[in-house]
């Protein structure tokens, strides 16, 4: 009798079907996940192949033998530990200022009562973020020529800084104003002020925010290309991706060790992306409120 009524049950039972829209969506992402992804398996295979093995098999063949000189190589003829140490240096110094810069700017104009100044203080920080820094090189050379600070660190790190902080101010001013009132006007009237409201509450709670625009921020310092094309003519101050210019000139029929320079240039972004991504989406999803 069990037996019988459990298989009138099944029968009895909908039959689950898969949305169509739904299939057809997953084969539209993995077909684009191929798309993103095949070029890096490209890089990463031509990295550990000899130029022979290069012209002779597909692009996509797994190397027959791992060639790690590659790059050694690379690194040597790149001249990487110059470019490499100039790049750290620059984004040390401007990933960690820009982002605090911005978190100290969207607080004062979220929190600090500033009447119809702040409004347009506002508008005119958001205004920096809508013009490409490309029509604006020309400028920017005159401007840091005048200072005398071509070819050296706060020449790059002034105006990236520039560019960069407008967009961090919008997130972040999102962010601080979907957080409840009563939770700084609890520490203003118990006698806090709004530097210690800031370090003490927002800053704290701002953190998967901060997160992610580090992300944002250190994969677009670290590859920026034009401005330090403009801004840094010394071959001891290039950067990375200024450096991968020159090698690529100079050894574009080596493309094992081309392509290992590109492996060993992108490895930090992606390293920092690994180390961050949990906080990445929800804290684009935090910033973006609107307050």
């Known amino acids: 009798m069990t037996v019988a009524t459990s298989q009138i049950a099944l029968e009895d039972a ?17 077909a684009v996940a191929v ?68 978190a100290m700017a969207a607080y004062a104009l979220a929190r600090i009562d500033l009447g119809r100044i702040g409004k347009f203080l506002l508008v005119f920080v958001l205004f920096g973020a809508m013009i490409p820094f490309q029509v604006m090189l020309a400028p920017i050379f005159t401007l840091v020529n005048g200072m005398g600070l071509i070819n050296t660190y706060p020449g790059v790190i002034l105006p990236y800084l520039a560019f960069g902080v407008p967009y961090q101010v919008f997130i972040l001013h999102g962010f601080f104003k979907a957080v409840p009132k009563e939770l700084s006007e609890a520490a203003l009237i118990d006698g806090a002020s709004h530097f210690t409201v800031f370090r003490r509450i927002f800053l704290p709670i701002s953190l998967p925010v901060l997160a992610a625009l580090l992300i944002l921020d250190f994969v677009s310092t670290w590859n920026e290309f034009a401005m330090a094309l403009v801004l840094l003519q010394d071959q001891k101050m290039w950067t990375l991706p200024l450096g991968l210019m020159s090698f690529q000139g100079q050894f574009s029929r080596d493309y094992a060790q081309l392509n290992a320079a590109i492996v060993m240039t992108v490895f930090p972004a992606i390293l920092v992306y690994m180390i961050f991504q949990r906080y990445f989406v929800s804290g684009l999803t935090s910033g973006a409120v609107k307050g």
Do not use: C, H, Y
């Not at 909908?14 to 993995?30: G, N, T």
């Not at 093995?53 to 797994?62: H, V």
């Open 14 to 30: 909908p039959i689950r079907r898969r949305d169509p829209l739904l299939i057809v969506l997953w084969i539209v992402l993995v």
């Open 35 to 102: 798309i993103w992804v095949a070029p890096f398996v490209f890089i990463a295979f031509t990295s550990l192949k000899t130029n022979p093995e290069i012209m002779s098999t597909s692009a996509f063949a797994p190397p027959e033998e791992l060639q790690f000189q590659n790059f050694a190589g690379a690194w040597e003829r790149g001249n990487f530990s110059t470019t490499f140490r100039n790049s750290f240096i620059i984004t040390l110094v401007k990933v960690p200022l820009g982002l605090l810069l911005s």
